[in-house]
T-cell receptor, first 118, second 111 residues
């Protein structure tokens, strides 16, 4: 299993350009999510998906779109890149193991995409 | 939204010294996860704590979950250079189907 893969590893964009960050997992996980990591801010949730065809917003969704047409893929689209979107982006997938009322969502992270917007 | 506060932000230790990072929540947590991120790498799951007062050990790492399930700690005994990185606590039940992360503690080890 490759686990969670992300492409590209690095990207430089000009302000106003659009692009798609790719994420794929081969573990048949229902849950997938996108985080951004900025210095001093930790990891913040952008969007997430609980299954194919279902997506929802996280803490910082503005400027980003997602779709989930298959279980395996969860691309993140930047509609019009801005310097504030310079960050490291991580995709993660997780499984859910019912344990009474406790839901275990161990997250498996991809290697990340480092994005610079000029 | 629910937040988990993590301290300290940075910790410098001499190799061989112990290290502890603390995570606190204003509300009761159903469970808490810990992750490690090496420099330039991605977060990697370490452990999940579920029960009040739970203590789990992984070699030199000891994880504790408070009796009130509002705080947690990670203690590393006799640090090694391989322990360098950022340690995050995370709340899996933070209001959305994702994790609410603490801001992390950066462990810097001086040989």
């Amino acid at each position: 299993n490759a686990g969670v893969t992300q492409t590209p590893k690095f990207q430089v964009l000009k302000t106003g350009q659009s692009m798609t960050l790719q994420c794929a997992q081969d573990m048949n996980h229902e849950y997938m999510s996108w985080y951004r990591q900025d210095p001093g801010m930790g990891l913040r949730l952008i969007h997430y998906s609980v299954g194919a065809g279902i997506t929802d917003q996280g803490e910082v969704p503005n400027g980003y779109n997602v779709s989930r047409s298959t279980t395996e893929d969860f691309p993140l689209r930047l509609l019009s890149a801005a310097p504030s979107q310079t960050s490291v982006y991580f995709c993660a997938s997780s499984y859910s193991i019912p344990s009474g009322r406790v839901r275990q969502e161990t997250q498996y992270f991809g290697p990340g995409t480092r994005l610079l917007v000029l | 939204g629910q937040q988990v506060m993590q301290i300290p932000q940075y910790q410098h230790v001499q190799e061989g010294e112990d290290f502890t990072t603390y995570c606190n929540s204003s509300t009761t947590l159903s469970n808490i996860q810990w992750y490690k991120q090496r420099p330039g790498g991605h977060p990697v799951f370490l452990i999940q704590l579920v029960k009040s007062g739970e203590v789990k050990k992984q070699k030199r790492l000891t994880f504790q979950f408070g009796e009130a399930k509002k705080n947690s700690s990670l203690h590393i005994t006799a640090t090694q250079t391989t322990d360098v990185g950022t340690y995050f606590c995370a709340d899996p039940g933070g209001g959305a189907d994702g994790l609410t992360f603490g801001k992390g503690t950066h462990l810097i080890i001086q040989p």
